[in-house]
């Protein structure tokens, strides 16, 4: 029985539908396994309990935000 994980942070209910929708469908044709033996979990974590670059996501987000500023 395949199983994916994906962590990341908030998601709305619509974006988890979508990618638990997905993620099934592709990786049931690429592996040619049937779709109702995949389980999909999504993990949420708050910005502040991951980082990339030595910052917190949400340090990393403000700071993209302001570089995208006119």
């Given amino acids: ?8 942070g ?7 539908e979508l990618l638990i929708e997905r993620l099934t469908e592709e990786s049931s044709e690429i592996m040619n ?17 991951f980082g990339i670059g030595g910052k917190t996501i949400d ?3 403000a700071e993209y935000i302001q570089e995208q500023k006119p």
């Fill in 33 to 49: 396994v049937p779709r109702e033996f995949f389980v999909v979990t999504i993990k949420e974590l708050p910005d502040k309990n």
């Fill in 1 to 8: 029985m395949p199983y994916i994980t994906v962590e990341s």
């Fill in 59 to 61: 340090k990393v987000k």
């Fill in 10 to 16: 908030a998601l709305s209910n619509q974006q988890k």
